[in-house]
């Protein structure tokens, strides 16, 4: 059986044709991703591909990093989040507490009373009706929205059911609710990932609306599967509703693609695109799951996943400078030599800028470069119009924009295009390094010497040093990130240590010894491992090498590494996962029962077995119910656990739960 596997990444669009019978790679192929228009990027890169193969094709599996690098980034469509029964009071003070959830802006958080029965003395449902009258003031510019409750196991989310109805009968928006999604109690968390899934509904709808018309066009009437941050399979249908399980989907994709191509019993596995490295753990032939919720960027999460740590550093992260310093900014910027590539006139503007050998504060040789027509958008200010308008001929550099909207390059206000994905920046990168330094031979190295000299006026070191120590940059960054993630999976009781700025200069002080390779009379600081380590992704080949021999190891580069996340993507398979609680029912210190919700329903028992069976019957319905919504084949393998819970602290053995969870494994469907 003939499979598809395509991966749309923050740079490139790769594909590659899988025989799923002998577990090979047929053919495969890359080509540019282009955020202004995505199919163009994935027509390009089906096309790459023996087409007699691709007309045989029964399945098509997707993997993308659009959504990772969104939260890297902080980016992402216009949402807001409804927090039902939240104090509003204590909220300011919390301020820093919030922000460590990943919610950067207040004014994101719309919050309304409500105290569920059975937890409150003085329970009382929100006001209905103040909600219905703010709708139309604080949510009418809103892209999608999230809603999340205290407390939601009291009534089964009962006050996120009614708001999500409401905001139905008033807009015509997604709308996403925390109860129907995360399992957890922390209101924090839970609404994290749940303005997550709101912000990225619209851009994970326009990545499959890419697809299928690129499918449409070719006459290709192919199932679609999704590779989710656990590394498995799922259905077009549950992916619109729940983009944020795509949250580490190209990661995950290229865990897969990685294990199965190295074939590795332990292992690094390091993918390096164009915005972000990628580092998951192989252990006794299968990649090690995350302990807890997925952190990514600024936003801590409860979606379950594969433990994949992702920071901020590609092909395409923006060299920069401060105080006459180079350093790599974790913004993606399109190379300059890419964009020399389209518009040749970057080449000459370069060269002309650099001829006035003028120093700047300002990132001068950078330019704007428009991604989305927003002409007919409600929500923006006229200058963020003007500024679509001046960049619509050609990509302009800061002094250059600020004269077409008549205003100047301190004074333009970019920063929400810039987040929205609606206007990008291209600079110098890694990657025009390696073109510089011939490593990657496919863009003219001209326009990147142009800005390397512009960058030169600004920073300590020369134009011919510059290249080599951008390498360096990146080689370090991996390098200690790496043995950060390394330390975390050894000690993981001792998480919050690794992140510690003196153990970070600890690890900058082994590199420095590393890099020095040199035997010192008192010690050496230098780490050292015996995994391997498994390099995939376009630019890994020129950095991983240099890494891996600093930590005395060896680096893996499979033959295929360059489109590992597409070969992960049709390699995977469905898995279902479903839990439920059965909790003690305490009055005082008199047990009165056990009980289950299903849906907003609470079932009482007085056995405990009575109810552990109950539960064990509610979640296989629910699992096989999930599973097909998922896109599972219809034959799965069902496992159930059962994990109680006592308070063994005070020597009694107090029941308080069990945790009910049903797992189905099975083929996507066909």
């Not at 927003?374 to 250059?400: F, R, V």
């Not at 050496?524 to 995939?536: I, Q």
């Not at 930590?551 to 398979?573: D, F, H, M, R, Y």
Request: with cysteine; hydrophobic share 40%; proline share 4%.
């Amino acid at each position: 059986m003939i499979g598809i596997g395509i991966d749309t990444g923050g740079t490139y669009t790769d594909a590659v044709v899988y025989d799923m019978s002998t577990k090979t790679v047929v053919c495969s192929g890359k080509a540019l991703t282009t955020k202004s228009k995505l199919e163009i990027g994935i027509a390009n890169a089906l096309d790459t591909l023996d087409q007699d193969y691709v007309k045989r094709a029964e399945v098509l599996a997707l993997s993308t990093t659009l959504a990772t690098n969104a939260c890297v980034e902080n980016k992402g469509s216009r949402a807001r989040l409804l927090m039902i029964g939240v104090d509003r009071d204590l909220s300011e003070s919390l301020s820093d507490t919030y922000a460590s959830y990943g919610f950067q802006e207040q004014d994101q958080l719309i919050k309304i009373d409500g105290r569920p029965e059975k937890i409150f003395e003085d329970a009382k449902d929100p006001d209905w009706e103040e909600l219905r009258k703010m709708i139309p003031e604080l949510f009418s510019d809103c892209d999608s929205i999230g809603i999340v409750q205290t407390f939601p196991q009291a009534n089964g989310g009962k006050f996120e059911k009614k708001a999500k109805k409401i905001f139905q009968e008033t807009m015509q928006v997604p709308v996403t609710t925390a109860h129907d999604m995360f399992d957890e109690v922390d209101v924090l968390k839970r609404g994290a990932g749940t303005l997550l899934n709101a912000r990225l509904i619209p851009l994970i709808a326009e990545f499959l609306a890419a697809v299928k018309n690129v499918m449409k066009e070719r006459n290709l009437q192919i199932p679609i599967a999704i590779v989710r941050s656990d590394g498995s399979l799922m259905s077009e249908v549950l992916t619109k509703e729940c983009p944020v399980e795509t949250l580490l989907s190209g990661p995950a994709a290229s865990v897969v693609g990685g294990s199965a191509m190295a074939r590795e019993e332990n292992a690094v596995i390091v993918d390096m695109g164009g915005t972000t490295t990628d580092v998951a753990i192989v252990r006794d032939k299968r990649p090690v799951t995350a302990r807890k919720g997925i952190s990514i960027g600024k936003w801590k999460t409860m979606v379950k996943g594969l433990y994949v740590d992702t920071f901020g550093l590609g092909g395409d992260s923006a060299v920069r400078f401060k105080n006459d310093r180079l350093y790599l900014d974790t913004r993606r910027v399109i190379p300059v030599s890419l964009l020399a590539k389209e518009y040749p006139q970057v080449t000459d503007k370069l060269k002309s800028l650099a001829a006035l050998h003028r120093p700047h504060t300002r990132m001068l040789f950078e330019f704007y470069v428009l991604q989305k027509d927003i002409s007919d958008k409600k929500g923006y200010t006229e200058e963020e119009k003007k500024i679509c308008k001046a960049l619509e001929a050609e990509p302009l550099m800061p002094q250059e924009l600020g004269a077409a909207i008549d205003s100047d390059l301190y004074s333009l206000h970019t920063d929400r295009l810039e987040e929205e994905g609606i206007v990008l920046k291209s600079g110098l990168t890694p990657t025009d390094m390696m073109v510089i330094k011939g490593d990657f031979n496919i863009y003219d190295p001209r326009a990147a010497k142009a800005a390397v000299s512009c960058l030169a006026q600004n920073v300590v070191e020369t134009e011919e040093e510059i290249p080599e120590i951008v390498y360096e940059l990146v080689e370090k960054k991996m390098y200690c990130n790496i043995i950060r993630i390394l330390m975390t999976q050894k000690y993981p009781k001792h998480e919050k240590i690794c992140e510690d700025r003196n153990l970070q200069k600890f690890i900058e002080w082994s590199y420095r010894d590393a890099k020095a390779r040199r035997k010192d009379p008192w010690m050496s600081t230098a780490v050292t491992t015996k995994l391997p380590l498994v390099g995939v992704g376009a630019p890994i080949h020129v950095f991983l090498p240099r890494v891996a021999k600093l930590l005395g190891t060896t680096a893996v580069i499979p033959e295929n590494a360059a489109v590992a996340n597409a070969l992960g993507a049709i390699a995977s398979q469905i898995v279902t996962k479903v839990q439920t609680r059965v909790k003690a029912e305490y009055e005082g210190t008199q047990l009165k029962g056990y009980s289950v919700f299903e849906e907003d329903q609470k079932h009482m028992f007085d056995e405990y077995s009575d109810a552990e069976h109950f539960a064990v019957r509610m979640v296989k319905k629910q699992l096989l119910e999930k599973a097909e919504r998922q896109g599972a084949a219809g034959n799965p393998k069902v496992e159930v656990n059962v994990q109680k819970i006592r308070n063994d602290a005070v020597g009694a053995g107090i029941f308080f739960e069990s945790i009910v969870e049903a797992v189905a494994t099975d083929k996507f469907r066909i």
